[in-house]
């Protein structure tokens, strides 16, 4: 039972949709793009009754909720913003690695803290909802908005989208501390076909269900208020206008009971870019029809349900329908008692929160390779930093923070406090008395100021070096796909030149994605993933390098080797005829699961009871100093109706081991993590033999295997 279906809150909400006129109840509908209209339209739509705004920040969100407050029945208006790592914008706060880079952690708690402190910043500036978590899987890394996934798994995106879900909605709606989570984007939008924002998905529902569905259900079940519908389409219907997708299966068969809000302009989307709808009329039909609650930013939507009603082209119930599925939200979560001011003022970035921010970067940190230089040691006493993106933190915040919306704003000044990794490197180096030397040399983008030759110069006065490479939010980013995922500018050139110098090279990844950084890997002595990772990633990347954190990161997503190898997801489907192009090998260059340690771990003692499918292994950390592992569990269905992946995460869990410690993991599975989504889309566990895979990444190397039998 969810908090806004109780008897007490429907009764309300029926009791105020009993006194709405059609026009009150079609404002209810719209959501204001506060940046996007003239202050005075805005304000208009208030006296209106519009039901929600959305990029509205601090005293016009207080102005226009007085507005709203005095119209004839005064329903509080509904403030969401996108903050999806840290109220990012705003500047004041405390800015958390990217989703993607969370996800490396690999730590539901991470998340959770992460979801909690941004719901803490977002109600004390007045707001009461978050457009998070993307809960899309990041399958094609040409896709522009891959840093916005948790990465190509649905349980490991499920877990971690619970897991924030709970931190921004809490277990009260209505204490003031937290806000309304948003799953979205539902769904499938990240498998357009060619990593292409927004285009046709060409899957089936079976695909759906088998795939993209399981993280939403898992939100629907951590509680999620609502959900937002994705711009692309399934096999030629607009999500925007698929009643399947919406009332039977995410009604249907989740049992969600929240709301839901399109995406931007969905709706006036099907006229426009898919060319469903002849006009804005036919559009809101289709939209309304489909149980789409409320039309983010298409305004024009108010003139026309208004006329569809009238006309009767539109039954009023369908209406009643989508405003009740509002107000029962606004009810549970206490708007109408507590409209604003609900948050505790001043927590904007404030010590605690930023400390949360600085763990979730040092959990996320994820060690690709070393070959033993790492951590630095005594010998090393001058440290040549290079690579624009060392000492950039608008590369290293990635998107959705103030540098980026509601309107890009590339020339504002960074505000502090913020860490980049050449600060980061400089703050350990110099209780050391390590000399640190800085050279931009070049960056992601084509620059009159790159100067190969000066970072050269620096470099060959080094006893190692530290090179930053990656890319910039102007090469990510909805509507900003990518076809070539190589190190772009002269990142290669300078590789090679640096190279030449025979010196140690730690290479970083500041990215928003998985790069092709095939060539980098080879030569680097290490390779640290860290992607975007907040307002402290450069520290977490410093501390792990000189060995005051030992990484304990994952990858929650794969690096193909070129572009042309995608898709390299782990959990594919098997049938490829020799498993490989014939100029590539057939594995990714680093697939899901994998991350190294400072110490080692060892796996032993796999056992599985087939009648109560609890797994238990012993993991002993055998090096000589302590670690966080992650230990996974995947599995295989030997024989099935339908295609099945060769692997798929079932279970994982992360723990702190002394050196030399030994600890037996217990992992309670269930028969559903056995079970499939048979040719008729009816999900079923087929009788037969099952292989349980259990370590620390997805590489057959790294994994204990054992058989069972399930009737
Ligand atoms: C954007 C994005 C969506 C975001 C919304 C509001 O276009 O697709 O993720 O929450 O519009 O900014």
């Not at 080797?561 to 959990?571: E, F």
């Not at 594995?587 to 699961?593: A, C, D, R």
Request: charged letters at 20%.
């Amino acid at each position: 039972m969810q908090k806004w279906n109780t008897t007490a809150v429907n009764h309300r909400a029926n009791e105020i949709l009993a006194r709405m006129t059609l026009p009150e109840k079609v404002a209810q509908m719209v959501q204001v793009p506060f940046a996007y209209v003239s202050r005075e339209e805005a304000l208009d739509w208030a006296k209106r009754g519009a039901g929600s705004f959305l990029h509205v920040l601090g005293e016009d969100a207080r102005e226009i909720q007085r507005l709203a407050l005095g119209t004839r029945l005064g329903i509080p208006v509904l403030f969401g913003i996108d903050a999806i790592h840290g109220h990012g914008l705003n500047q004041s706060a405390a800015i958390f690695p990217s989703q993607l880079a969370a996800a490396c952690s690999w730590n539901p708690a991470v998340l959770e803290e992460m979801g909690r402190v941004t719901a803490r910043e977002v109600a004390a500036d007045g707001l009461h909802w978050t457009f998070s978590p993307v809960l899309c899987l990041g399958r094609d890394a040409r896709w522009g908005r891959i840093n916005e996934t948790f990465g190509e798994d649905p349980y490991l995106a499920g877990e971690l989208g619970a897991a924030i879900i709970h931190g921004y909605q809490g277990e009260d709606l209505a204490d003031g501390e937290h806000i309304l989570a948003c799953a979205k984007h539902y769904i499938g939008y990240g498998d357009a076909i060619g990593g292409r924002d927004s285009c046709d998905t060409e899957m089936t529902f079976r695909k759906l269900k088998e795939t993209f569905l399981p993280p939403f259900r898992r939100a629907v079940e951590a509680g999620a208020a609502t959900v937002m519908t994705a711009y692309g389409s399934i096999d030629g219907t607009p999500f925007t206008a698929s009643e399947r997708a919406m009332r039977e299966i995410l009604r249907g068969e989740l049992g969600f009971t929240g709301f839901v809000v399109t995406d931007w302009d969905n709706v006036a989307s099907l006229v426009q870019k898919q060319f469903v709808a002849k006009d804005i009329d036919e559009a809101a039909l289709l939209a309304a029809r489909a149980g789409n609650d409320m039309m983010m930013t298409t305004t024009a939507f108010y003139e026309s349900a208004i006329r569809l009603v009238e006309s009767g082209a539109l039954d009023e119930s369908v209406l009643d329908e989508a405003v009740g599925n509002i107000l029962r939200v606004k009810i549970a979560m206490g708007l109408f008692k507590r409209p604003q001011d609900r948050g505790t003022p001043d927590c904007l970035g404030c010590a605690e929160h930023r400390l949360s921010a600085l763990f979730a970067a040092r959990e996320s940190v994820t060690l690709l390779k070393n070959d033993g230089v790492l951590p630095l040691n005594e010998t090393i006493r001058k440290i040549a930093v290079v690579g624009a993106n060392a000492d950039d933190i608008r590369a290293q915040y990635g998107d959705w923070t103030y540098f980026t919306h509601p309107h890009p704003s590339p020339k504002s000044t960074p505000a502090r406090p913020y860490v980049t990794l050449l600060e980061g490197v400089r703050m350990l180096a110099q209780p050391h008395g390590i000399a640190v030397s800085f050279a931009r040399g070049c960056g992601p983008l084509p620059d009159e100021v790159d100067d190969l030759e000066a970072a050269v110069a620096a470099a060959k006065e080094a006893d190692v070096i530290v090179l930053a490479v990656g890319d910039v939010v102007e090469q990510a980013g909805e509507y900003r796909d990518r076809a070539d995922l190589s190190l772009s500018g002269a990142q290669e050139a300078l590789f090679e030149r640096l190279l030449q110098l025979g010196k140690p090279i730690v290479t970083v990844l500041i990215s928003t994605k998985p790069l092709c950084v095939t060539r980098v890997a080879e030569g680097s002595a290490a390779l640290i993933a860290a992607f975007n990772g907040g307002m402290y990633g450069g520290q977490a990347v410093a501390e792990a390098i000189f060995g005051a954190v030992n990484p304990s990161g994952k990858l929650p997503i794969s690096f193909p080797r070129h572009s042309g190898q995608i898709p390299v997801y782990y959990n594919s489907l098997p049938g490829w005829h020799g498993g490989r192009y014939v100029d590539l090998p057939e594995t990714p260059l680093f697939t899901f699961g994998e991350g190294l340690s400072y110490t080692s771990f060892a796996y032993s003692a796999l056992h599985v009871e087939r009648e109560t499918l609890r797994v238990s292994v012993t993991l002993t950390n055998t090096g000589a100093r302590a670690g966080s592992e992650t230990a996974q569990v995947y599995v295989r269905d030997l024989v099935s109706s339908i295609l099945t992946p060769l692997k798929r995460l079932i279970a994982f869990q992360k723990i702190h081991l002394e050196a030399g410690e030994s600890k037996q993991l217990v992992f309670q599975l269930q028969r559903d993590d056995f079970s499939l989504i048979r040719a008729d889309e009816v999900r079923v566990v087929e009788p037969g033999e099952f292989m349980l895979f259990v370590g620390g990444s997805s590489k057959d190397v790294d994994l204990l295997t054992q058989v069972i039998a399930l009737e």
